[in-house]
C-alpha cells in the first residue's frame, strides 16, 4: 500500500492536473481533501481538453474518486461536471464518491461572497469557497448529509437569511438543494470515508492537491488567500480515515512562477496593471515584444511567459501573473510541506527566455531576509535579489523525453532546483499527456 500526495508548491496552476492525470493509474484511489469548483485542472488526453474543478482527474482512469469532508461542493457545479463527463462517453457510475461530511455552497452564498470580496479586494474566483468555509468555522454551515435533516437544514438557512438580511425561504433553498443532490446521487456513493478507507486498507492512494500552499489559509499571503489548507499536511484531516502519507510530491513550473488574483508577488514580472483588458486567447505575441524580452524588459518577458504558457485562469479565464522563479517561496514551501521529491513541469515555456534569474533572497527596507515574510505590507516591499542566473538555452524542448537530449543549460536548472529543494522526479515538456521526462516518478 502506497499514498502519495501530490501538492502544488506555490499560488496554484503548476499543472498538477497533467502530472496526476499521468500517475493516476497506479492507484486504486484518487482523492480530494479540500477546496471547491475554485480549483481547475485542465487534463489533455484523447478525449481532448477537459478542464476538471471538483472531481479528481483520476475519473479518467479506472480510479475510484473521493471528494473528501474537507471540501466545499457547490452541487450545482457537481452536477454540470458530470453531465459533461457523461456526454464524453466518461462512465464513473460506480467509482465517485462524495463525503456525507463535505459541506455545500449553496447559490446564495456566491452572492454573500461578491459584497464582501468588493470591500476587502481579495480576487476571488467568485464560487462561495470563504463563505462556505466562513459557515463551517461558525458552525452554521450545511454539509451534504444535513439536506437529509430537514429541520438542521431549514434553521441554518434562517440564520443565514438573518445574517445578511437575504430574505430566503429556507423551504425553497431545501427543494432546490435535495433536487440536485438527487441527480448526484444516482452516478455518486454518498459515504462516511472512515469506513470506505477500512476497507480498502490494502489500496494505493493519490491525494491529489488543489490550488498551492501559498494559498492556504494557515501558509499562504494571507489575506490574499483561498480560505482552505491546500498542503498535504491537510488531507487527513480533509479526507477522514485516509491512511498517513508515504511520499509527497511537489509540483512547480520549472522556469518561473505565476499568480492569480491580487495579492503580494515579489518575483513578479511587469505589474498587475499590465493585465488590465488582456482577454484568454486574445493576445499575440510580437516581433517587438521579443525584441524587448530580449534587452530585458520585464513586461514583455511577463507577456511571453502568458501566451506560451497560456497563463488564463482554468476557472475565471483571467490573464495569470507571472514571474521568475522564487527560491525564498519554494524553501518556504518545501518547509512547510516536506516535498520528498518534485516535479518540474512547462520546461518548454522556457525556450526562449534569454536567461533564467532565479531570487535567492529578497532586500527588505535595507535588510537582506530569506524567510518568508509574514507581514503582508512587509512582503509588498520586498525587492527579489537575483544571486543564480542560469543562461537560456534557446532552443526547442518542446515535446522533448529524453533527460540526456535536454540543452545543458536546462540540465543545470533542473540540477540546481533538484539540490535546492528536493530531488526532481519528473520533467514535463508539453502540454500533451505524452510529453514528459521521467526521472523516478513513474
Ligand atoms: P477563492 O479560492 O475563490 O476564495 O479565491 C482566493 C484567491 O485564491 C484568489 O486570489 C484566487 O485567484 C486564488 N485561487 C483560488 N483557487 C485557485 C486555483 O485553483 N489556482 C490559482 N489561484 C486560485
Redesign the pocket.
Same mark, same amino acid.
Do not use: E, F, P
Given at each position: 500500500m502506497t499514498v502519495t500526495a501530490i501538492y502544488g508548491m506555490h499560488? #496554484?496552476?503548476e499543472g498538477k492536473g497533467k502530472i496526476i492525470d499521468l500517475i493516476a493509474p497506479e492507484y486504486k484511489i484518487v482523492v480530494r481533501f479540500a &477546496?471547491g469548483d475554485?480549483? &481547475?485542472h485542465t487534463v489533455v488526453n484523447e478525449l481532448g481538453e477537459t478542464a476538471l474543478h471538483l472531481i479528481p482527474s483520476g475519473i479518467f482512469t479506472n480510479a475510484l474518486c473521493v471528494l473528501g469532508n474537507g471540501m466545499v461542493i457547490n452541487p450545482y457545479s457537481l452536477n454540470n461536471e458530470m453531465n459533461k463527463l457523461k456526454n464524453k462517453g466518461v462512465d464513473f457510475s460506480d467509482r465517485l464518491y462524495v463525503s456525507e461530511r463535505a459541506h455545500l455552497i449553496l447559490p446564495y452564498y456566491i452572492d454573500i461572497e461578491e459584497q464582501l470580496d468588493k470591500k476587502l479586494g @481579495? !480576487?476571488? /474566483?467568485?464560487?462561495g469557497? !470563504?463563505i462556505a468555509y466562513m459557515f463551517k468555522a461558525q458552525r452554521t454551515g450545511i454539509r451534504v448529509c444535513d439536506v437529509e435533516d430537514p429541520d438542521t437544514f431549514r434553521k441554518r438557512v434562517k440564520i443565514h437569511s438573518d445574517q445578511y438580511n437575504l430574505d430566503l425561504n429556507p423551504d425553497e433553498v431545501l427543494d432546490n438543494t435535495a433536487q440536485v443532490l438527487g441527480e448526484i446521487k444516482k452516478d455518486t456513493k454518498v459515504i462516511d470515508t472512515v469506513p470506505f478507507f477500512r476497507d480498502y486498507s490494502s489500496a494505493d492512494i493519490l491525494v491529489e492537491g488543489?490550488? &498551492?500552499l501559498l494559498?492556504g489559509i494557515d501558509s499562504g499571503t494571507f489575506p490574499? @488567500? /483561498?480560505?482552505s489548507d491546500p498542503s498535504p499536511n491537510y488531507a487527513n484531516a480533509g479526507c477522514l480515515g485516509l491512511p498517513a502519507i508515504d511520499k509527497t510530491v511537489g509540483i512547480m513550473k520549472g522556469p518561473y512562477v505565476t499568480? @492569480? !488574483?491580487? #495579492?503580494p508577488f515579489p518575483t513578479e514580472l511587469g505589474t498587475e496593471k499590465d493585465l488590465e483588458g488582456v482577454k484568454k486567447g486574445e493576445e499575440e505575441l510580437t516581433e517587438k515584444d521579443i525584441e524587448l524580452m530580449s534587452s530585458g524588459d520585464s513586461t514583455a518577458t511577463g507577456k511571453y511567459l502568458r501566451i506560451t504558457g497560456w497563463e488564463y #485562469?482554468a476557472? /475565471?479565464g483571467?490573464p495569470r501573473r507571472c514571474g521568475f522563479l522564487d527560491l525564498v517561496a519554494s524553501k518556504y514551501s518545501k518547509a512547510v510541506a516536506r516535498p520528498d521529491a518534485i516535479v518540474l513541469t512547462k520546461m518548454d515555456v522556457g525556450d526562449e527566455l534569454p536567461e533564467i534569474p532565479i531570487c535567492t533572497a529578497y532586500g527588505l527596507d535595507g535588510n537582506v531576509v530569506t524567510d518568508f515574510p509574514a507581514k503582508i505590507s512587509d512582503l509588498e516591499r520586498c525587492v527579489p535579489i537575483y544571486d543564480k542566473r542560469i543562461q537560456g538555452w534557446l532552443e526547442p524542448t518542446r515535446g522533448m523525453t529524453d533527460y540526456d537530449k535536454l540543452p545543458g543549460s536546462t540540465r543545470e536548472l533542473i540540477r540546481f532546483l533538484g539540490n535546492e529543494l528536493a530531488p526532481v522526479e519528473m520533467i514535463s515538456t508539453g502540454r500533451e499527456r505524452n510529453k514528459y521526462i521521467d526521472m523516478g516518478l513513474l
Open positions: 499560488w #496554484g496552476d &477546496g475554485n480549483a &481547475g @481579495v !480576487g476571488t /474566483t467568485k464560487k469557497i !470563504g488543489a490550488q &498551492g494559498l490574499y @488567500v /483561498t480560505s499568480r @492569480v !488574483g491580487h #495579492g #485562469g476557472t /475565471t483571467r
